[in-house]
């Protein structure tokens, strides 16, 4: 499911990227992602309303913000500020900021050396994968702290629905992020109405890439996701999206015809060996590489 997931989300950008081609705004972009993606979740979830306590309804307000509207906000406006390969290399921190904050709220937690091993080897090659050949890195300050941002926002995002795999459905989980996610981005058209006429949101090209984000990228892959994050943890699962610039990279090749160099497919190599020696470790001839000892607890991370 994580590994899925990743894959669908790597295809987003190339959506987005269309639908911001015909006008759309990136808060209303992610608007009716969301709005569709709860409306048809409301078919098949509980109708429990409120969580069973008001820390817990706190929890689900927090995760529509983290995982919903402030990250796509920060993501999207940082697009606008900086460069894209800025953008897409400073996300995929994410992980490793996922690590540091559950060992900074569970200091009894011990991260897998094979975990902190096979992260480096993919960043590595998420490096290789976004600048393609082309290491150009323009600092942009404003731009690039509200991508790191994000980054830590997803972070916090996974940890939060951890908590909440443990008492609650997760369809209603991921019902009550979708709510909350489009509740808490109404403010920003106070500032910025949407302006998109009717008739270019039922162009066939726009309705389609819109249903594409909303069903299977938002309503499908949130699910699922969060459902990876309770079978491996919120480290383990976060890991996975190392994946989405290598899905993205070949998508944009097939799309959108932009080239794909050697350093690009070098750097593919390395995510993929460094998602699988973060997973397994890496064994050879009886020497354990990048392994733990503690697999034991595996479970736990």
């Not at 390969?85 to 900021?97: D, E, G, Q, Y």
């Not at 091993?117 to 994968?129: C, H, K, Q």
């Not at 990876?228 to 999206?241: F, S, V």
């Not at 460094?274 to 736990?300: C, I, M, P, T, W």
């Amino acid at each position: 499911m994580a590994f899925g997931t990743a894959g669908i989300w790597g295809v987003t950008f190339i959506s987005t990227k269309v639908l911001l081609g015909y006008g759309l705004f990136p808060a209303e972009i992610f608007f009716y992602r969301f709005l569709l993606a709860y409306l048809c979740f409301c078919f098949f979830a509980p109708r429990r309303l409120f969580a069973k306590t008001v820390k817990d309804e706190f929890l689900m307000l927090a995760a529509g913000v983290t995982g919903g509207s402030l990250y796509f906000l920060s993501e999207n406006t940082a697009l606008q500020l900086t460069l894209t390969s800025n953008v897409a290399l400073i996300l995929t921190t994410a992980p490793i900021l996922t690590a540091l904050v559950a060992r900074l709220f569970n200091k009894n937690l011990r991260l897998k050396a094979s975990l902190i091993g096979g992260s480096i080897v993919a960043l590595l090659g998420v490096a290789f994968v976004v600048f393609n050949g082309r290491f150009i890195l323009n600092l942009n300050p404003k731009g690039d702290l509200l991508t790191f941002s994000a980054a830590l926002l997803w972070a916090f995002y996974s940890l939060i629905i951890l908590r909440l795999n443990a008492r609650y459905n997760m369809t209603f989980i991921t019902r009550k992020i979708f709510f909350y996610g489009v509740l808490t981005i109404l403010p920003v058209f106070l500032f910025r109405p949407i302006h998109t006429e009717m008739e270019t949101i039922l162009q066939p090209v726009v309705l389609g890439n819109l249903l594409f984000l909303s069903l299977v990228a938002s309503m499908a892959c949130y699910f699922f996701w969060n459902m990876a994050l309770k079978e491996l943890g919120a480290i383990q699962a976060t890991n996975y999206l190392y994946l989405v610039p290598l899905v993205t990279l070949f998508a944009s090749a097939y799309f959108l015809d932009e080239p794909v160099t050697l350093f690009a497919l070098l750097g593919s190599l390395f995510i993929l060996s460094g998602v699988y020696f973060a997973d397994h470790g890496l064994r050879l001839k009886g020497l354990s590489f990048f392994h733990s000892r503690n697999q034991g607890k595996e479970k736990n991370q």
